[in-house]
């Protein structure tokens, strides 16, 4: 279904969630979710800078999305990029994007509860972030804070979540918009990689295949966002052309509008647009599945 995208904080959304599902919440519990939610107070300022940016949802929102109807699988941990991988990427170019993504596999741990490999991502995203000048917000008390909540899943994504904004907000403010693109365009890359690894049989009403379909959108935002930077690098302007390539087979997918729902509300019916639903079938499912394989498989592999 057609979304338009309105980025509030994640860490944000978990904190309500989780003071809303269980309210046997301890102290320093409940003193940790307002500290990370005061973290992003000034985000606010971000979106006027970047609007674009805040409509590609973080990885971490996809990733939640596919635990919240229920796929937990950890034996798809070899799915991720491999940490023994960082010794591949040299250049910039690929530093950054592998920054997004080894992010989004930082994410996937924290929320599908593997604490321990958590730990290990954390430090190839410390490694990759001192090495793109990001030491001064991927600090090593955060490594403490990750060993602390191992075993609190919903600790764990708020820390990762904030991690992601934070990096996301010194890039802007050191004035490095190109190198913030490569690490959007490989995060998202991720999350849809991901996605796409937890569809065991494809089904077309599938809520993880269409919330796939419907990154045709997320990726028109990720092209406009590449695109304001592409003159200031050649390797933004090189995965704008990947990400390019990659639309044309989101652009195979047909809109369908859907029919408009009548309510009865206090003996007055209204009448509610249906919006607009994508058709995605088995086909094309796994054509967009071997053009998000190559490119991501090109992206870890440094090729």
Same mark, same amino acid.
């Given at each position: 279904?057609? @979304?338009?995208?309105?980025?509030? *904080?994640?860490?944000?959304i978990l904190a309500l969630l989780n003071f809303s599902c269980s309210?046997?919440?301890t102290e320093e519990e409940i003193t940790n979710v307002v500290d990370s939610s005061q973290t992003n107070s000034n985000q606010d300022e971000l979106t006027s800078n970047y609007e674009t940016f805040f409509q590609v949802p973080s990885p971490g929102e996809m990733l939640s999305f596919i635990k919240s109807v229920g796929k937990r699988d950890k034996?798809?941990?070899?799915?991720?990029?491999?940490?023994?991988?960082i010794n591949k990427y040299t250049d910039n170019k690929s530093k950054a994007l592998n920054f997004g993504i080894y992010s989004t596999d930082l994410s996937y741990c924290s929320i599908f509860n593997?604490?321990?490999?958590?730990?290990?991502?954390?430090?190839?995203?410390k490694q990759l972030g001192d090495q793109l000048g990001l030491s001064s917000t991927i600090k090593p008390e955060i490594l403490a804070r990750i060993e602390k909540n191992i075993d609190n899943t919903d600790s764990l994504s708020i820390i990762t979540d904030d991690l992601y904004y934070s990096s996301f907000e010194t890039l802007d403010e050191s004035k490095q918009g190109h190198t913030l693109a490569l690490v959007v365009a490989g995060g998202w890359l991720e999350s849809v990689y991901i996605a796409i690894n937890m569809v065991d049989k494809f089904q077309s009403n599938s809520p993880v295949v269409q919330r796939i379909a419907d990154q045709k959108y997320t990726l028109e935002n990720l092209i406009e966002?590449?695109?304001?930077?592409?003159?200031?690098?050649?390797?933004?302007?090189?995965v704008k052309s990947d990400m390019e390539n990659l639309m044309q087979v989101f652009n195979l997918l047909k809109e369908?509008? @859907?029919?408009?729902?009548k309510i009865e509300q206090s003996g007055d019916k209204k009448l509610?647009?249906?919006?607009?639903?994508?058709?995605?079938?088995?086909?094309l499912f796994n054509e967009i599945k071997t053009k998000? *394989?190559?490119?991501?498989q090109a992206y870890t592999q440094n090729k």
């Open positions: 279904m057609k @979304l338009k995208f309105l980025l509030v *904080t994640s860490s944000v309210g046997d919440k034996s798809k941990l070899n799915i991720l990029n491999a940490v023994e991988n593997m604490g321990a490999e958590s730990i290990k991502y954390f430090k190839v995203v966002f590449l695109k304001k930077h592409e003159g200031d690098s050649e390797d933004v302007k090189q369908e509008k @859907l029919s408009d729902t509610i647009g249906g919006g607009i639903n994508l058709v995605i079938d088995e086909k998000v *394989t190559n490119l991501r």
